[in-house]
C-alpha cells in the first residue's frame, strides 16, 4: 500500500514568508509526527497527533509554528515569518497507534525547506 | 542528561566485521524500542524493533536491558550498504517517540 507521502518535497522561499507543508500519512494510521532535521543533525521532534488532537506540541520552536489535522488524516504544518533558521527537512511519520507493540513509525521523504 | 544517548562514533570497520552500537535511555517509563537507520540525506526507515527478549533479525541482534535502561544492536559480517546513521528509538506509553543522536557507521572495503 502506499507510505506517508508529503509535499512539496522542496520549497526555497524568501525570509518572511510563510509556508504550509502537507503530510499524508499511511491511511488508518491514528498517530502522526512532525520532526525537523537541520543539515547534518539528528531529528527534533516538533508535535504530535493522536486522532485530530494534539497531545504533544511541545517541541514547536516558536509562536511561528502551528499544526494541524484534520479528518483523522492530512496534517499541515504551517510556518509563519520564516527564518533562515527555518531551513531543514521537515519529517512527518505516522504510526498505527501511540504506544504498545508494533507502533513502528514509518517516515515520510521529506520536505527540504530553504529559506533564502 | 538527554533523554536518549548512542555511542557519538562514527564507526570505520573493515567489510565482514562484527559491529556494536550501545544506547541507554532516561526515563524508565520507556515501553517500546527501535533501531532506525538513516542514509545520508534520506528518511529514517525501521531496522528493528527490540523485544525484551531480545530479537535477530539475520545479520542484525537487538537486545534490551530494562534494569540498566540499555539497548544494543549487533551486525555481524557487516556489508558496505549497512554504512549508514543508526538511531535509537524509545517511546513512552501515549507520547511522542524519542529518538537518540545516531551513530554513524562506515563500512569500508
Known amino acids: 500500500g502506499a507510505g506517508v507521502s508529503q509535499s512539496p518535497s522542496n520549497k526555497v522561499t524568501e525570509k518572511g514568508k510563510d509556508v504550509e507543508l502537507r503530510c499524508d500519512p499511511i491511511?488508518?494510521?491514528?498517530?502522526l509526527y512532525w520532526y525537523r532535521q537541520r543539515l547534518g543533525q539528528g531529528l527534533e521532534f516538533l508535535i504530535y497527533?493522536?486522532?485530530?488532537?494534539?497531545?504533544?506540541k511541545s517541541g514547536l520552536p516558536s509562536d511561528r509554528f502551528s499544526a494541524e489535522r484534520t479528518g483523522e488524516s492530512v496534517s499541515t504544518l504551517t510556518i509563519q515569518r520564516t527564518q533562515q533558521e527555518d531551513s531543514a527537512v521537515y519529517l512527518c511519520?505516522?504510526?498505527?497507534?501511540?504506544?504498545?507493540?508494533?507502533?513502528?513509525?514509518?517516515f515520510g521523504p521529506g520536505t527540504r525547506l530553504t529559506v533564502l | 542528561r538527554k533523554e536518549v544517548e548512542q555511542d557519538p562514533g562514527p564507526f570505520n570497520v573493515p567489510e565482514g566485521a562484527t559491529v556494536a552500537f550501545n544506547c541507554t535511555y532516561s526515563?524508565?517509563?520507556?515501553?517500546?524500542f527501535f533501531w532506525y537507520r538513516q542514509d545520508c540525506r534520506k528518511e529514517p526507515k525501521l531496522l528493528m524493533s527490540?523485544?525484551?527478549s531480545g530479537n535477530e533479525d539475520g545479520r542484525f541482534t537487538a537486545q534490551l536491558n530494562r534494569a540498566s535502561q540499555y539497548i544494543s544492536l549487533l551486525i555481524r559480517d557487516s556489508k558496505l550498504s549497512d554504512s549508514a546513521t543508526y538511531l535509537c528509538v524509545v517511546n513512552i506509553e501515549g507520547q511522542n517517540f524519542v529518538f537518540g543522536p545516531g551513530t554513524r557507521l562506515s563500512v569500508l572495503p
Open positions: 491511511s488508518g494510521h491514528t498517530a
Open positions: 527490540v523485544y525484551s
Open positions: 511519520a505516522s504510526s498505527s497507534r501511540p504506544s504498545g507493540t508494533h507502533n513502528e513509525q514509518f
Open positions: 497527533f493522536q486522532g485530530n488532537s494534539a497531545p504533544d
Open positions: 526515563n524508565s517509563a520507556s515501553q517500546s
